[in-house]
């Protein structure tokens, strides 16, 4: 069965403090795997796409890197804007739908 | 170029009644999808759309919900009789399959009480 599993639940970093949401995931062939932001009563805002295992896309404080088990998402000297739930998706070789892991909850103390 | 649009952005309805959820695409657009989201849980495929046509609804409970897209206006996602584990959250994405990136992008959603 097609599963994501992201970790850690949430997160608590100080302001300028680096660290990495991870996203492991189990499906019949990967056709993308992708990482949303979602703010508290809002709709999740795409970040990036990724196909193939080695593949890296950065965008500001964000990078994000794909194996063929699990992506990263690294955050490089987050600011308090930053603080978000942080999703995960997958999408099969053969399949329409997105599978969602539950989130990672970032909060961003100054 | 607006974004999904998805309305009412609240809805609250008692036990039994109907909810019609709204949701027009990105401009350009022919692929919706709709997926729910509870409390503490992630999101949940519900059903995928083309305009006219059901292309998959494996997500999509087997009574009293019902999605549309017709060739004009926007997708429609319909639950009869609602029960109070119907309260949820519910998003609309959509995409454009000639950039062949397979993204979707998600509207601000529905969020649906029952009392």
């Known amino acids: 069965e097609d599963q994501v599993t992201q970790s850690p639940e949430a997160l608590r970093l100080q302001e300028g403090e680096s660290s990495s949401l991870n996203c492991s995931y189990t499906v019949s062939g990967l056709r993308g795997l992708f990482w949303y932001r979602q703010d508290p009563g809002k709709g999740p805002e795409f970040l990036f796409t990724l196909y193939s295992a080695g593949e890296e896309k950065e965008k500001e404080r964000l990078k994000a890197t794909l194996t063929k088990k699990e992506s990263f998402l690294h955050i490089t000297a987050p600011k308090p804007e930053d603080s978000a739930t942080y999703l995960c998706?997958?999408?099969?070789?053969?399949?329409?739908?997105?599978?969602f892991g539950t989130g990672t909850s970032l909060t961003v103390i100054p | 170029n607006a974004g999904v649009m998805q309305n009412p952005r609240h809805l609250v309805r008692r036990r039994g009644q109907e909810a019609r959820l709204r949701c027009s695409p990105m401009?350009?657009?022919?692929?919706v999808y709709w997926y729910r989201q509870l409390p503490e849980e992630g999101l949940k495929f519900m059903v995928y759309l083309q305009k006219e046509n059901i292309i998959d609804e494996s997500g999509m409970p087997k009574e009293r919900f019902s999605a549309e897209f017709p060739k004009e206006g926007p997708s429609i996602l319909r639950i009869q009789q609602v029960v109070r584990g119907d309260s949820a959250a519910y998003f609309c994405?959509?995409?454009?399959?000639?950039?062949?990136?397979?993204?979707?992008?998600f509207g601000p959603g529905t969020r649906l009480t029952v009392l």
């Open positions: 401009k350009g657009h022919s692929h």
């Open positions: 998706a997958v999408q099969a070789q053969w399949g329409n739908q997105f599978y």
């Open positions: 994405a959509s995409s454009d399959v000639r950039d062949h990136t397979d993204t979707q992008y």
